[in-house]
């Protein structure tokens, strides 16, 4: 299928210098965001990491599904994180340098679709007798599938988002952080409705974007085909939404009147667009690329602890490590929505980089809490405050710096910029996602 699309939907009010056209300005303009639009955008974000998150809750399933075989059981997450940050991050890199006449709105679309049949398909193989090494080859090509959607809709949602308005990309971050609130919620029910009272291990895993989803207390098939379903769902909501959303935005469009001197303008789509170089949007993105990429290697510190660090008052881990990462995700999620005002967004450029790097003093204050059941501060309120107070820097640098990424380039290299700083976002989980395994080797 064709990346280009000479009927793309999506309609961009500027010339081929990528300036507004001066015969708009002083018009009726359209608002900076509509509420559809802002939904629609919310949804995208949330179909990025709702099906990851489904799909962590149904570990215990698949540890049922591989039972017998060790290996599989003992290395599945390390199989399905690896290919996630390997397949996401070259990915990314791909479709940052695949601008020309590149079809963003393609990408959503497409991107959504692929998501969305992934996980359909493995709601029916819920169903099947399959066994354990071939069904353990088909989540790995499943888990492949899915990185290359989510790395489409990705990149394709940021870089239109960026020609629109900063609120669109703020829209995509908060959807983001409500996908990684929900599964905390639902594992802590889960362990209540089971009526669970003994302290057991669990295995904790990493999530793509820094979000965790807790296990799932049920093994059962129907609960697992569920959560793939639910996924499903999510994408299929976010693809209607996308559409009403630049029919909307084409209708809006087609409302401006234009003089036959100054005719309207042609789709930014319809024009020829020119490759800009990554070395280009490297210089010119800098500062906030690096604030992305520095900000997650150094979120992703905090799965760690959240495996390794005990209630001190003897709360049970089933429980205990779901509020943790219900306490992140809800920081996070107000980080990201208290950008939503313009005076929570940090614009200074010494200033995003500089509040990236002092997050680094998270880390100190980290070890000082009951890593395994050891620790100098023995609390549960401070250390839950110093994860809620993580998620809330992470959630406000992440916004900030993809929201202001469009002011440090020019208007006809928004799109690229869009992707390239998806690219940042990655290779910066693939960093910290690797240095979380030298943080693993100290705690012992």
């Given at each position: 299928m064709p990346e280009d699309n000479e009927d793309n939907e999506a309609v961009y009010l500027l010339n081929e210098e990528g300036d507004v056209p001066p015969n708009l300005i002083g018009t009726n303009s359209p608002p900076s965001i509509s509420n559809l639009d802002y939904v629609a955008y919310a949804t995208i974000g949330a179909s990025y990491l709702w099906p990851w998150n489904c799909l962590l809750s149904a570990t215990p399933y698949f540890q049922g599904r591989f039972e017998g075989?060790?290996?599989?059981?003992?290395?599945?997450?390390?199989?399905?994180?690896?290919?996630?940050?390997?397949?996401?991050?070259?990915?990314?890199?791909?479709?940052?340098d695949r601008q020309k006449n590149a079809d963003y709105s393609w990408r959503v679309r497409v991107g959504e679709l692929t998501i969305a049949s992934v996980f359909l398909l493995l709601a029916f193989s819920c169903a099947l007798s399959i066994p354990a090494v071939p069904y353990f080859l088909f989540i790995l090509?499943?888990?492949?599938?899915?990185?290359?959607?989510?790395?489409?809709?990705?990149?394709?949602?940021?870089?239109?988002?960026?020609?629109?308005?900063?609120?669109?990309?703020?829209?995509?971050?908060?959807?983001?952080?409500?996908?990684?609130?929900?599964?905390?919620?639902?594992?802590?029910?889960?362990?209540?409705?089971?009526?669970?009272?003994?302290?057991?291990?669990?295995?904790?895993?990493?999530?793509?974007?820094?979000?965790?989803?807790?296990?799932?207390?049920?093994?059962?098939?129907?609960?697992?085909?569920?959560?793939?379903?639910?996924?499903?769902?999510?994408?299929t909501a976010a693809i209607i939404c996308f559409r009403q959303s630049e029919k909307y935005r084409k209708s809006n469009a087609s409302g401006f009147s234009f003089s036959n001197e100054n005719p309207a303008p042609e789709p930014l789509s319809a024009t020829k667009k020119q490759h800009i170089p990554l070395s280009t949007l490297f210089s010119k993105l800098f500062v906030p690329a690096s604030t992305v990429f520095i900000t997650f290697a150094i979120t992703l510190i905090y799965p760690v602890f959240a495996g390794t660090v005990k209630s001190s008052n003897g709360i049970p881990t089933q429980f205990f490590i779901p509020a943790v990462y219900l306490f992140w995700n809800s920081g996070d999620l107000l980080g990201r929505v208290l950008c939503?005002?313009?005076?929570?967004?940090?614009?200074?450029?010494?200033?995003?980089?500089?509040?990236?790097?002092?997050?680094?003093?998270?880390?100190?204050?980290?070890?000082?809490?009951?890593?395994?059941?050891?620790g100098i501060i023995q609390s549960d309120v401070y250390y839950l405050l110093l994860q809620f107070a993580f998620g809330v820097t992470n959630g406000q640098l992440v916004t900030s710096a993809l929201m202001e990424s469009p002011s440090f380039v020019n208007e006809n290299e928004k799109e690229a910029a869009g992707g390239f700083m998806t690219m940042s976002l990655s290779i910066g989980l693939a960093v910290g996602?690797?240095?979380?395994?030298?943080?693993?080797?100290?705690?012992?």
């Amino acid at each position: 299928m064709p990346e280009d699309n000479e009927d793309n939907e999506a309609v961009y009010l500027l010339n081929e210098e990528g300036d507004v056209p001066p015969n708009l300005i002083g018009t009726n303009s359209p608002p900076s965001i509509s509420n559809l639009d802002y939904v629609a955008y919310a949804t995208i974000g949330a179909s990025y990491l709702w099906p990851w998150n489904c799909l962590l809750s149904a570990t215990p399933y698949f540890q049922g599904r591989f039972e017998g075989y060790k290996f599989l059981q003992a290395n599945f997450s390390s199989f399905v994180m690896s290919i996630t940050t390997v397949t996401g991050t070259l990915f990314t890199i791909l479709l940052a340098d695949r601008q020309k006449n590149a079809d963003y709105s393609w990408r959503v679309r497409v991107g959504e679709l692929t998501i969305a049949s992934v996980f359909l398909l493995l709601a029916f193989s819920c169903a099947l007798s399959i066994p354990a090494v071939p069904y353990f080859l088909f989540i790995l090509l499943c888990v492949f599938s899915s990185s290359i959607g989510t790395g489409l809709t990705q990149n394709g949602s940021y870089a239109i988002g960026n020609t629109l308005t900063s609120s669109h990309t703020q829209a995509i971050t908060v959807g983001q952080a409500v996908s990684g609130v929900l599964p905390p919620i639902i594992s802590m029910l889960s362990a209540i409705g089971s009526g669970a009272s003994k302290e057991h291990s669990n295995d904790v895993n990493e999530s793509l974007d820094v979000r965790e989803s807790g296990s799932s207390s049920t093994n059962s098939s129907v609960g697992s085909a569920l959560y793939f379903l639910a996924a499903t769902a999510v994408c299929t909501a976010a693809i209607i939404c996308f559409r009403q959303s630049e029919k909307y935005r084409k209708s809006n469009a087609s409302g401006f009147s234009f003089s036959n001197e100054n005719p309207a303008p042609e789709p930014l789509s319809a024009t020829k667009k020119q490759h800009i170089p990554l070395s280009t949007l490297f210089s010119k993105l800098f500062v906030p690329a690096s604030t992305v990429f520095i900000t997650f290697a150094i979120t992703l510190i905090y799965p760690v602890f959240a495996g390794t660090v005990k209630s001190s008052n003897g709360i049970p881990t089933q429980f205990f490590i779901p509020a943790v990462y219900l306490f992140w995700n809800s920081g996070d999620l107000l980080g990201r929505v208290l950008c939503g005002r313009p005076q929570f967004v940090v614009k200074d450029r010494r200033a995003l980089t500089g509040y990236a790097v002092a997050r680094l003093l998270f880390v100190p204050a980290f070890f000082l809490t009951n890593i395994n059941g050891d620790g100098i501060i023995q609390s549960d309120v401070y250390y839950l405050l110093l994860q809620f107070a993580f998620g809330v820097t992470n959630g406000q640098l992440v916004t900030s710096a993809l929201m202001e990424s469009p002011s440090f380039v020019n208007e006809n290299e928004k799109e690229a910029a869009g992707g390239f700083m998806t690219m940042s976002l990655s290779i910066g989980l693939a960093v910290g996602s690797l240095l979380s395994f030298v943080l693993v080797w100290i705690l012992g």
